[in-house]
């Protein structure tokens, strides 16, 4: 397997500020059973959400788009530090994005920076493009509306007031 490299900048950036601590964010995004803010308001899945917090353990969660769209989503954890910083490659193996495991130079990385601010924290959410896809590749992949996607979904994520 060909480790992918970053270097060139090609992804987007989110940066959201949530009225709680670091920990707990960390745990929205890594524990099942905090998990159900990710799906689209109004569906709910029969499927677990599954999630094996190790390096090189996976995540996967069913997305549901609308009544004829649904599909595996998820990732292969690359770095792990709770509380502090959480990358993954970004897929499913049967689903999407359809990543290999064997194969990860093709797919796009997650990295999630959490930052402990006086509101609570500042979330910083990354998502690159491997500099081993062409220009035309990189066009394809920004234009699939995962700039769009991830935007609604992590704006999904709150927490209760203190």
Do not use: C, H
Request: no cysteine; proline share 8%.
């Amino acid at each position: 397997m060909t480790e992918p490299t970053f270097s060139l900048g090609r992804g987007f950036t989110l940066t959201r500020t949530f009225e709680a601590p670091p920990d707990m964010v960390f745990s929205a995004l890594t524990e099942p059973q905090n998990l159900g803010w990710f799906f689209n308001p109004g569906f709910t899945s029969d499927l677990p959400v599954k999630v094996d917090l190790r390096v090189g353990g996976s995540w996967r969660q069913e997305m549901i788009v609308n009544a004829e769209t649904r599909y595996m989503t998820g990732g292969i954890f690359r770095e792990i530090e709770p509380g502090r910083k959480l990358v993954f490659t970004w897929g499913a193996v049967d689903g999407w994005p359809k990543i290999d495991p064997e194969n990860l130079d093709q797919s796009p990385q997650v990295t999630i920076l959490f930052r402990d601010v006086a509101d609570g924290t500042q979330m910083i959410f990354r998502v690159e493009l491997p500099d081993q896809l062409t220009e035309p590749q990189t066009a394809e992949w920004m234009s699939t509306g995962m700039l769009a996607g991830w935007t609604m979904t992590i704006d999904r994520l709150v927490f209760p007031k203190k």
